[in-house]
């Protein structure tokens, strides 16, 4: 499993579903706006808006929510956002992708730097991290909408590259390219997707031991806690066991 959506189930483990959820709808709304100022209200014609609303319903976001992002942006009373890709290392050596959209370059920079420094990692050069992931599309379902096989068949017609199931959840990749026609022909079939986005994917994945984990979660926790961090994407594996020592 991808590393981000490993973090993602760990947070949930860890009881904090709320405070992540708040989190969550700031930063769908901010895509929103973001993809809206950048390619224009009619998400028909622009991607980026298309899969940031469908990502936005998926998660429960309020309407109202949605069109008042889009409208605000594309009013000219909108923030203007930087996207930056900051790359470095936690504890155990694991390679942390972080993607902020900030209207603050300095206020952001500050942000990633404490939590790394704070937190037993080391933030890298540009490029120091990001070959050891692959830039793909990934479209997330349900494991109950579909099984393994079907889900699978279903994928390669719609042009995707690999499907990785587990007992939660049916995970679609496939060039980042062609991520929104993916996306709409798995829709077609099973229904909006839980989520559609460009993610970073761990070629390999680091296992993490009871003296690592709480400093790497620390600082997972740390960079997700910015109001400027979009995505946070590592490569780790915290072992069923060790979660359930720190649980």
Known sequence: MAGHSKWANIQHRKGRQDKARSKLFSKLSKEIAIAAKMGGPDVDANPRLRLAVANAKSQSVPKDN???????ATGGDGADYDEIRYEGFGPAGIGIIVEVSTDNKNRAAADVRSAFAKNGGNL???GSVAFMFDHVGEVQYGADVADEEAMLEAAIEAGAEDVV?????HIIYCAREDLNEVAKAMETVFGEPKSANIIWKPQNIIEVGADKAPTLLKLLDALEDSDDVQNVYANFDIPEEVMESLD
């Open 66 to 72: 949605i069109q008042r992002a889009i409208d605000k």
């Open 124 to 126: 890298g050069e540009t």
């Open 165 to 169: 199931s587990d007992e939660e959840t």
